[in-house]
């Protein structure tokens, strides 16, 4: 009798208390981003914010200000007028706001453009307005002939504009007006002053790309686009909280606040019935917790395969690949040669249906509900260098995944950290190129927050590539912190602030840190003897012995170095790891400036301030990593 009374608690509990609060959630930034603002009689919404519609309820450069009921947008350092706004076929009419009562403005020049967020409609046209011309040289196109106000007497000089740019007389100026072809019949058939304010008032158009693809399948969802100011990325604005693309169960209707009170207080007194008969009906044998998590892993399923779908649909033809599962059976042979294995699964060797060589990642099942490998797969759609790994397919069916890379013939650098010395500053600096790249050089800024020797892949060439971005946070250029909620990366590699908010914030620093730790151990495996190559190399790296060498000294006793070109390389290496590694993430030096280091003379280069962590006993754990096999498994711990 008391396990049916405790039972019945609980289930009475657990629903009482989950439905109300899933019919209650509710989130702030949907309400406030579903009622357009008005300017004049236009009503703007996404991708458009201004005046009370705040911004993240549009898209950057989206900005429009409302001037005596007429909407602005400033496109490039240009003001523009918004005569119209088709959201359906993310299209807006603009005319330019200098030339609409004067054809002789004072700031008078060609339009520039925003491409990557505007391109002109197909429709668009240009007229040429000619400044200065002189008169005797133009008397054949009289008729386009228009004055500034006011007019000179016996000017020797006039004005002219024409549809083409063929027009060969010596003018002091011409500038270049966009219009509408669809309006510029009436100035071909009558070509007077007065055609011509009427065209330029009549605007042209120009279509819009603010994550589109991404933006209709949130609206699919009945959700509202936005974007995240804190990542730089879209976000989909739902009933309950915000959603990375898309809403989850699709035919859910916005209610207002009064309904969702309604509802929950009806719905809480036909869940206190529906529990009193479901608790006199199951028997005490029924495990409950099952179909509870039944639900749950199909909830979060639905919703990566969402998440998939619309990133796949974003980055269009630049997106990799998506494969099923039957196609990576056939492309490894079902998966008979097997490349390497950790943490994260198997890496196999296949082979693309037009003969090209990949490596394929399988993942393991228990790599939880999909969150990382849609990050991997989102990070590196947004980059292209020479130092990044590239992904050329993937497969998400379920709990199968697979990444598809380049195959890279000599494996990963921590297997060839006995490279000659010139090889492995060449590594060092293509490593430092493909950081820069994801810190300042993409059009947005990631950090990988997992840089170690074996997410370093070598080609055939020993040409390195970045890979593994499953822990890899994308932010905005101009962020300076990275706001995050758990520790990530490898012990040992991982910088102190990432795992105690004391030494700092979090930031782009971080990643020169892991750079740092890794060119140390290139170094320091020199220092292993043959008595303990099987041992963790993480004992033999760590700045200490490096540190007493090189202080106020140039004679370096590395292991392996037989001329000065060598030794200039070796200490040069250790000096820039050393600046990388400093504690404070504030005394570490850009990847920029450490690359600038490694390619500049290394008698430019100071001896930097040790760093005040010490190695201590090392133990074989990690924060969060995406990859546990064999990695560096150290500890620091701080001086007293």
Partial sequence: MDLLLSFFFIIITLLFVHVPTSVLAYDDKY???SAPFQCGNMNISYPFWGEDRSEYC??????????????EINIAGRIYRVLKIDSPSKKVIVAIQDYWDNNCPKNSGNSPLNFTIFNYSPDTRNITLYYGCPVSSANEILPYRF?????????????????TSEYFGSCASNVQISVSGSTIQSIERYPYPANLTEVVRNGFGLQWNANNSLCDSCQQSNGLCGHDSDNSEFICYCTDQPHPYVCPNKGKRKLSRGAVGGIAAGGSAAVLIIVVVFVLVISMCMKICLPCKLMFFWREQTLNDQDVEALVKTYGSLAPKRYNYSDIKKMTNSFAVKLGQGGYGVVYRGKLNDGRIVAIKVLSKSKGNGEEFINEVACISRTSHVNIVGLLGFCYEGTRRALIYEFMPNGSLNTNLHLEWETLNKIVVGVARGLEYLHRGCNIRIVHFDIKPHNILLDEDFCPKIS???????????????????????IGYTAPEVFCRNFG?????????????????MVGVRQRTAGDHESNTSETYFPDWIYKQIEGSNDLTVDGIINEEERAIARKMILVSLWCIQTNPSDRPAMSKALEMLEGSVQSLQVPPKPFLQHSSPRSFQLY???TSTSLSRISSQQG
């Fill in 58 to 71: 549009g898209y950057p450069g989206f900005k429009v200000d409302c001037n005596s009921d007429v909407p």
């Fill in 147 to 163: 004055n500034c106000s006011p007019v000179e007497p016996n000017s020797n000089t006039a004005n002219y504009f024409l549809i």
């Fill in 31 to 33: 309400d406030k981003c």
């Fill in 468 to 490: 593994d971005f499953g822990l890899a946070k994308i932010c905005k250029k101009k962020e300076s912190i990275i706001s995050m909620l758990d520790a990530r990366g490898t």
């Fill in 505 to 521: 914030g979090v930031s782009h620093k971080s990643d020169v840190y892991g750079f740092g730790m890794m060119v140390l151990e």
């Fill in 625 to 627: 990593s995406s990859t």
